[in-house]
């Protein structure tokens, strides 16, 4: 019997896509549910990334807890080592939370309008 890698075996549908994670041809992406990383979840890590930029919410798709900046760290390098064209989670992380500081926002209006 072939034995493949190891998330071949592993019996679970991403939540995003809804594909079977043990028939992805690369390795998926791992994040926690939970904030103490006892409950992994599988994801197909570029169907992950473009859901949180295209959403513009920066939580974990099943718990709904916040992600961390390394999180998304982890997931732009995981999209840049399989070459999938998608590692720019963290930086519009970034950009959004800029725009929502008022005290920055308000101090690029004011440089724009004198």
């Known amino acids: ?7 071949t075996k ?3 549908d991403d939540p995003i896509s809804l594909d079977r994670i043990g028939d992805l041809r690369r390795e998926p992406f791992c994040l926690y549910a939970d ?11 570029r169907m992950l990334a473009n859901y949180l930029v295209s959403s513009g ?3 974990h798709p099943t718990s ?8 998304c760290a982890s997931l732009d390098a995981y999209c840049n080592r399989y070459k999938l ?6 930086e519009v992380l970034d950009e959004k939370e800029r725009l929502q500081d008022p005290g920055e926002r308000l101090a690029m209006l004011r440089q724009v309008a004198s």
């Open 35 to 45: 904030d103490e990383g006892q409950v992994p979840v599988y994801f197909e890590g």
């Open 1 to 7: 019997k072939k034995k493949g890698p190891w998330w």
């Open 64 to 71: 709904r807890r916040q992600l961390t900046r390394d999180e």
């Open 85 to 90: 064209g998608c590692g720019y989670v963290t």
């Open 10 to 12: 592993l019996d679970v």
């Open 57 to 59: 919410k920066f939580e």
